[in-house]
Nanobody, 120 residues
Framework: QVQLVESGGGLVQPGGSLRLSCKAS????????MRWYRQVPGSQRELIAT???????VYLNPEKGRFAVSRDNAKKTMYLQINNVPPGDTAVYFC??????????????WGQGTQVTVAS
């Protein structure tokens, strides 16, 4: 059973920083591309960035230079660094992964989400 588990969310003050993690576990042969999304209550889930298995990152909105996505393939973990957070960054952050499991099938998985609340 493959799982994606996010961590690192919580309360952060405006202007602060935090790093979210997304760890893949289970019978994994290969983790292909991964993505970070966020969702504000009442709104659709919004794509933040996609990172390839080679580490290339494409941001949906590059002008939002506050986000930095990276991954550690040895740890099967993806990261989202958020800097200088404004109140508008309050949301649930989700990770997504395209993962080849032990059956050699390529499937898509979602994490359960981690809440980030920006408040002073």
């Amino acid at each position: 059973q493959v799982q994606l588990v996010e961590s690192g969310g919580g309360l952060v003050q405006p202007g602060g920083s935090l790093r979210l993690s997304c760890k893949a576990s289970g019978s994994i042969v290969r983790v292909n591309f991964m993505r970070w999304y966020r969702q504000v209550p009442g709104s659709q889930r919004e794509l933040i960035a996609t990172i390839s298995d080679g580490g290339s990152v494409v941001y949906l909105n590059p002008e939002k230079g506050r986000f930095a996505v990276s991954r550690d393939n040895a740890k099967k973990t993806m990261y989202l660094q958020i800097n200088n957070v404004p109140p508008g960054d309050t949301a649930v952050y989700f990770c997504f992964g395209s993962i080849q499991d032990s059956s050699l099938q390529l499937r898509e998985y979602w994490g359960q989400g981690t809440q980030v609340t920006v408040a002073s």
